[in-house]
Every structure is written in C-alpha cells, then in structure tokens.
C-alpha cells in the first residue's frame, strides 16, 4: 500500500505516538456559530473539471481530471451541525489540549495547544464538535467525546437557530453518542452509506467545525480501511488524508454520491493538528450502534470470552499454518461460551459464521455484532487441522460491570498508574520496529504527573510483562495490574520493551516517594 506521508519511525514516534482525539474546540463565553441549513434536495454526483495544461514536446498535450464538490457540499452541508457542550463544573477539560484516542482515560495535553505554546490550566466552560442528522426528525450522530460531561447539549443549524439536545445515548467503547432535538418542521438529513464497499483511493469529503470554523469543507481520498489505532476492541477505522482538525469530530464523512461512509473522530498528530492522517467510524458500526441508543439507549454486544493475539507471518510457520491471519486464541476464560463451546488455546479462529477473520479486532467486531443467545459457528484450526465449533454467543458485560471479579473496570487499573495501553498491531510493530512476534501492550499514553511517568515509562514502550507474569494484549496487562494491586502493592514491576531493549521498571504506587528508577 502507497501511503500519503512515509512511515513514522523511532523516537519521533515514541515521543508523539497516539490518535487524537478531535475533541471540541473550548470557546468558553463566546456565541454559538450558526451552521447554515436548508430544506434537503436529492443528491446528485458531482461533476467533473477538465484541465488542460501547456502543450508539451511542441502540441502533446495532458488531460487530468479533477472531481468538482460544489454541487454535492450544497446538498449536504445543510444536515451537519455545530454541537455545543455547556460542561458540568467538574468537568476537567484542557482548552486548546487534544486527546487521544476514543474512550481512552484522559486528557492527552502533553503536545501543548497549536502553535507550541502551552495550553492553558483553566477549566473551559464550553466546548464545539460536530454533529449530522440522520432523520427528518432530529435524530443526530455524533462522538461520544464531545458530548462527555455535558450539563447541556446545544446544536446551531441554519441563521444562528439553536435547538437544545437530548443525549439519547452514548457508546464509550465505540465513542458514537446519539442525540435529538425537537423541531416544528422536518429537518434536512443525510443517509448512511454502506462502509464495507468503500475502498482506498475514493474521493470523499468532510464537512465540520474545526476550531470554530463552522461549515469547513475539506477533500481527499481513502487511505485505507481497517485501521487498528489502539483505541479499542472494535478499530475498524477508515484512514483519510483529507485535512481533519480539532472541532471536525462528529462530522460526517462523504462520499461523491452525497452518502455518510463514517464520522470524522482521531488524526494522528504531533501538534493537534492535521497531517494528513485521520481517521473515521465506519457507517456501517454507526448504524448497529445508534440504532441500539435510540431503542434502547445503551449497546448490546456478543461475547465469546476469549484472549486472542494476531497471527504473523513468523507464528504462522511455528504453527504450521500455511497462510498468517486470523486469532490465535491465547487465553479461554471460564465459565464463558468459548469454554463451554471448547474452545482452547492455541486454537486459531478462521471465520465466524462464514465471514473471514483477518486479526483479533475483527474477532472482537464479529462476535459483538451477534446477539447474545444467538448461535456463531467457529472455523478453526488446531493442531494443523481444521475444525468447526458452535458457540452460543453471551452477553458482553457493559462498562459498568466488574473485570473478573476485580471490583474494578481494566481502565481503571491502567488510570492508577496513568497509563493508556493499545494492542500491538501489525503496523505498529512495523513502526517501532519491533520484531514480528511481539505481542504485550504497547503504552499509547503516560498522563502527566501520574507514578507512571514519575517511573520513566514513555509512549512506544512495549510492556510484556507484569512481575513474573508475561502479558500478551492489554486486557491480560490490565488485569495483571489489577491483581497486583489488590495484593495492596507498594511498587509495581513492569517488564517492557523500549528501542528494542528489554528492561524492568520499578513504578512506586505512592505518588510522594521518589520512582528509583534515576
């Protein structure tokens, strides 16, 4: 795959390594800025410019021809929103500091605010996102994020009209929030296109408010699909180049016949702004997720009650497998449906009813889309041989639920120490040039201040271990962490990987006493 920027490497990336967050931009005090609105129009496919250079070797001639957005931005632009958060008093939120991936603990500041200088301390009082609606009834999509903590929610359509919005539900864990609004007339919409036909290389457009800006138009092109970003269990993200900025997130992202293909939430950035790397929900998880908030006002999920890692090139040969792809299940958990089912470690799961599983996060989406109670057949190999399991899916526990018994959630164990972790990914792995084989916990963020950083540990560090006890995903660090810490720990061990390098670092849980770690 051709990549619009060349790969990031090294300590550029370890310094700056994460996905952040578009969160509001923080305008405390200031009006609203009005997002222009109209009744909708049918969608036509925008047309084409011809260009045509200066003659070349005396009368040859280049035609090149470019896509006009005009006609599509007029159709669409009157369904997407400004989104106001007026924040609960407690709410700590950064002006001007972006955060870091979906659903992830807290503030990602450590870049400072645009233009290198630092963000101020000061609580904001407001902040703006985006939003789009998907009904003539005010139905609206937007992030989770920018709607965290808010004591009122306001959206701004056409000539400065302001509608207050009801939060119908949100979904951390795919960081979707629904909301609606109350209106005398039918509203104009936009329809969700189908994500899983999109392919790199199609032009799209998107269409928010970055940093206040309402009605910003930008284009570009897919850059990819599928995209694991280390937010979550279920990145399936649509990598864009189009430029994406802080007050873009819940903006829609549009293809040339004027349908949604995703919602505009991360960049990767070292600065808050774009780079030319962002990233967006596919549509097709933002149709099963709202349309779960809007019956019901939570999300309902699958479970299968596995740890699973990827299969590499270098485990598919120690496994005899004749291609790399799909799970290799590391752990069964008990009294799960892949225990009762039969599933065991070292089994490689292929396919769940048909559909070809290429990593764990798509294992993770697969079966969380399966309602619980419902059959998955399981394709797998073991021991070089090719099986078929029938598992009767459960029911994910939510947020709220305890982790194996631990009286807290996993986030919360990494909160304690200030971490955010991801998985390593394949093209993670490729950009700390790591070895193929390597699987832990690849830390996405050190929160400042916290024993985690008093420790020295920095982001790109590969943790592989807690203790004596190696990990192999985040899941296992976490709730290694967390045994740890119910044993009513002083200190915390954690074997990592940085450059390359392994090594124990000592994290002091009291936050007065000094790290030992030089």
Do not use: C
């Given at each position: 795959?051709?990549?619009?920027?060349?790969?990031v490497?090294?300590?550029?990336?370890?310094?700056?390594?994460?996905?952040?967050?578009?969160?509001?931009?923080?305008?405390?005090?200031?009006?609203?800025?009005?997002?222009?609105?109209?009744?909708?129009?049918?969608?036509?496919?925008?047309?084409?410019?011809t260009?045509?250079?200066?003659?070349?070797n005396?009368?040859?001639?280049?035609?090149?021809r470019?896509?006009?957005?005009?006609?599509?931005?007029?159709?669409?632009?009157?369904?997407?929103?400004?989104?106001?958060?007026?924040?609960?008093?407690?709410?700590?939120?950064?002006?001007?500091?972006p955060?870091?991936?979906?659903?992830?603990?807290?503030?990602?500041?450590?870049?400072?605010?645009?233009?290198?200088?630092?963000?101020?301390?000061?609580?904001?009082?407001?902040?703006?996102?985006?939003?789009?609606?998907?009904?003539?009834?005010?139905?609206?999509?937007?992030?989770?994020?920018?709607?965290?903590?808010?004591?009122?929610?306001?959206?701004?359509?056409?000539?400065?009209?302001?509608?207050?919005?009801?939060?119908?539900g949100?979904?951390?864990?795919?960081?979707?929030?629904?909301?609606?609004?109350?209106?005398?007339?039918?509203?104009?919409?936009?329809?969700?296109?189908?994500?899983?036909?999109?392919?790199?290389?199609?032009?799209?457009?998107a269409?928010?408010?970055?940093?206040?800006?309402?009605?910003?138009?930008?284009?570009?092109?897919?850059?990819?699909?599928?995209?694991?970003?280390?937010?979550?269990?279920?990145?399936?993200?649509?990598?864009?180049?189009?430029?994406?900025?802080?007050?873009?997130?819940?903006?829609?992202?549009?293809?040339?016949?004027?349908k949604?293909?995703?919602?505009?939430?991360?960049?990767?950035?070292?600065?808050?702004?774009?780079?030319?790397?962002?990233?967006?929900?596919?549509s097709?998880?933002?149709?099963?997720?709202?349309?779960?908030?809007?019956?019901?006002?939570?999300?309902?999920?699958?479970?299968?009650?596995?740890?699973?890692?990827?299969v590499?090139?270098?485990?598919?040969?120690?496994?005899?497998?004749?291609?790399?792809?799909?799970?290799?299940?590391?752990?069964?958990?008990?009294?799960?449906p892949?225990?009762?089912?039969?599933?065991?470690?070292?089994?490689?799961?292929?396919?769940?009813?048909?559909?070809?599983?290429?990593?764990?996060?798509?294992?993770?989406?697969s079966?969380?889309?399966?309602?619980?109670?419902?059959?998955?057949?399981l394709?797998?190999?073991?021991?070089?041989?090719?099986?078929?399991?029938?598992?009767?899916?459960?029911?994910?526990p939510?947020?709220?639920?305890?982790?194996?018994?631990?009286?807290?959630?996993?986030?919360?164990?990494?909160?304690?120490?200030?971490?955010?972790?991801?998985?390593?990914?394949?093209?993670?792995?490729?950009?700390?040039?790591?070895?193929?084989?390597?699987?832990?916990?690849?830390?996405?963020?050190?929160?400042?201040?916290?024993?985690?950083?008093?420790?020295?540990?920095?982001?790109?560090?590969?943790?592989?271990?807690?203790?004596?006890?190696?990990?192999?995903?985040?899941?296992?660090?976490?709730?290694?962490?967390?045994?740890?810490?119910?044993?009513?720990?002083?200190?915390?061990?954690?074997?990592?990987?940085?450059?390359?390098?392994?090594?124990?670092?000592?994290?002091?849980?009291?936050?007065?006493?000094e790290s030992?770690?030089?």
């Amino acid at each position: 795959m051709t990549e619009a920027h060349p790969p990031v490497r090294g300590p550029w990336l370890r310094r700056h390594l994460g996905a952040v967050l578009l969160a509001g931009t923080a305008l405390g005090g200031l009006a609203a800025i009005p997002v222009l609105a109209a009744p909708e129009v049918p969608v036509q496919t925008p047309t084409t410019t011809t260009l045509t250079p200066p003659p070349i070797n005396q009368g040859a001639a280049m035609t090149e021809r470019l896509p006009s957005f005009v006609g599509l931005v007029k159709q669409v632009e009157p369904a997407v929103v400004s989104v106001t958060n007026y924040l609960k008093p407690s709410a700590n939120f950064d002006e001007g500091a972006p955060q870091q991936g979906p659903a992830l603990p807290f503030p990602f500041n450590q870049f400072g605010a645009p233009g290198g200088g630092q963000a101020p301390q000061a609580h904001a009082m407001e902040a703006r996102g985006s939003g789009f609606i998907v009904n003539p009834d005010g139905l609206i999509i937007t992030n989770n994020h920018v709607v965290k903590d808010a004591r009122r929610v306001e959206i701004t359509m056409s000539g400065g009209e302001k509608m207050t919005a009801k939060v119908i539900g949100t979904d951390p864990r795919t960081d979707i929030a629904v909301l609606k609004v109350e209106a005398s007339h039918p509203l104009p919409y936009l329809k969700l296109g189908h994500s899983a036909d999109v392919e790199p290389g199609q032009w799209v457009i998107a269409i928010g408010n970055p940093f206040g800006l309402s009605e910003s138009v930008t284009a570009g092109i897919v850059s990819a699909v599928g995209r694991n970003i280390g937010s979550g269990p279920y990145d399936q993200f649509i990598q864009v180049d189009a430029p994406i900025n802080r007050g873009n997130s819940g903006g829609p992202l549009i293809t040339q016949d004027g349908k949604v293909i995703g919602m505009n939430t991360a960049i990767l950035s070292p600065s808050g702004g774009s780079i030319g790397i962002g990233f967006a929900i596919p549509s097709d998880t933002i149709q099963r997720i709202s349309a779960d908030l809007e019956s019901a006002g939570h999300v309902t999920r699958g479970y299968l009650g596995v740890e699973a890692q990827p299969v590499s090139d270098a485990m598919s040969k120690a496994l005899g497998l004749s291609t790399a792809g799909g799970a290799l299940v590391a752990a069964v958990q008990p009294n799960t449906p892949a225990s009762h089912a039969g599933v065991q470690p070292g089994d490689v799961i292929r396919t769940v009813n048909g559909s070809a599983i290429k990593d764990p996060g798509g294992l993770a989406v697969s079966i969380a889309a399966i309602k619980p109670g419902e059959p998955a057949h399981l394709d797998i190999i073991r021991d070089g041989k090719q099986e078929t399991l029938d598992v009767k899916v459960a029911e994910l526990p939510n947020e709220q639920q305890v982790a194996q018994g631990g009286g807290q959630s996993q986030h919360e164990h990494e909160q304690k120490l200030g971490l955010a972790l991801g998985p390593v990914s394949p093209d993670l792995a490729k950009q700390l040039e790591l070895p193929n084989d390597t699987s832990g916990a690849v830390v996405m963020q050190v929160k400042p201040g916290s024993p985690a950083e008093q420790a020295g540990i920095q982001p790109g560090d590969v943790i592989v271990g807690v203790g004596t006890h190696a990990v192999q995903s985040p899941s296992q660090a976490s709730k290694a962490i967390g045994d740890a810490l119910g044993h009513d720990s002083k200190a915390l061990a954690l074997r990592i990987i940085r450059n390359g390098q392994p090594a124990f670092v000592a994290v002091n849980l009291n936050p007065n006493a000094e790290s030992g770690n030089g």
